[in-house]
């Protein structure tokens, strides 16, 4: 399984920035992906999944209701869109593939989004 994500930069605070992951290597279906991110100096958190089947999304609460974690299955890729984007969110993001039936876990290598005026 490769993972490439795509989507980061710069961008000002309540602005938004909508991050993709492509898939490929195996069937994109069987495999449940979330997003996770990592901000200098603290763990990697989760921040969105979605099941293999698109449905099931649950978010981390610093960005329910800002955060929109969606997946096409025919294009094997999955969205990360991010409004009302705060200092905060500042991060490099990472998406992560999970084989709903083997747990094997893949991830990509991550893209940096940058929130600042």
């Known amino acids: 399984v490769q993972l490439v994500e795509s989507g980061g930069g710069l961008v000002q605070p309540g602005g938004s920035l909508r991050l993709s992951c492509l898939f490929s290597?195996?069937?994109?279906?069987?495999?449940?992906m979330s997003w996770y991110r990592q901000a200098p100096g603290k763990e990697r958190e989760l921040v969105a999944s979605?099941?293999?089947?698109?449905?099931?999304?649950n978010y981390a609460d610093s960005v329910k209701g800002r955060f929109t974690i969606s997946r096409v299955n025919a294009k094997t890729t999955v969205y990360l869109q991010m409004n009302s984007l705060k200092r905060e969110d500042t991060a490099v993001y990472y998406c992560?593939?999970?084989?709903?039936?083997?747990?094997?876990?893949?991830w990509g290598k991550g893209t940096l989004v940058t929130v600042s005026s």
């Open positions: 992560k593939a999970a084989g709903i039936l083997s747990g094997m876990a893949y």
């Open positions: 290597g195996f069937t994109f279906g069987s495999y449940a």
């Open positions: 979605i099941s293999g089947a698109g449905g099931s999304p």
